[in-house]
């Protein structure tokens, strides 16, 4: 599907039903918007928690929008141990996505070895639709791309939930 013809991120995951779920397989990102709080986080070690905070209010307000319509959003991890500055800085963050209403598990890379993963980070949309998360070499987005191939949706259901299932709930996932 051409980039033009793409619904955005926000469209989809306002269009979901019953589930949006997203497998991350990076152990660090270069995305611009959060530059500013992780080199905050770097400088002082505390992280932006407040989901009303001007950083996290647009996030928690769809996840919670989403939630409340009954679509199950999960949110899996798969990283290197020991963990990279920037996982350990998910980490702190991610209680705002458990009170947004996402549920999330951990799992080390060795534990993914016997895997099936795609290629690319992504989000499937009610076991159909997936977004698949292009990266640069140093993390920043490549954007994204769509598609509702079911070979490929198939792929990405099977893998996000061999990783769910071995993964560790984040409140029991210590960095």
């Not at 995951?13 to 611009?32: K, P, T």
């Not at 290629?119 to 993390?139: E, S």
Request: proline share 6%; glycine share 8%; hydrophobic share 40%.
């Amino acid at each position: 599907m051409p980039l033009s013809e793409q619904p955005s991120f926000r469209e989809l995951l306002e269009s979901a039903q019953l589930s949006a779920v997203h497998l991350e397989m990076r152990d660090s990102y270069g995305i611009g918007p959060e530059a500013g709080d992780f080199a905050r986080w770097k400088a002082v070690g505390e992280r932006d928690v407040d989901p009303g905070s001007d950083y996290w209010a647009p996030w928690v307000d769809l996840i919670r929008r989403t939630v409340a319509r009954g679509v199950v959003v999960r949110r899996a991890r798969i990283v290197s141990e020991p963990v990279t500055e920037y996982v350990r800085y998910e980490h702190a963050g991610t209680s705002v996505n458990l009170a947004a209403g996402e549920q999330v598990h951990w799992l080390s890379r060795r534990q993914a070895s016997d895997i099936a993963l795609p290629g690319n980070d992504f989000w499937l949309f009610d076991g159909r639709l997936v977004m698949f998360n292009h990266f640069t070499g140093d993390g920043a987005s490549a954007g994204p791309s769509v598609t509702e191939d079911p070979a490929t949706a198939k792929l990405c259901a099977a893998a996000f939930e061999a990783v769910w299932e071995r993964g560790t709930p984040h409140e029991k996932y210590k960095v």
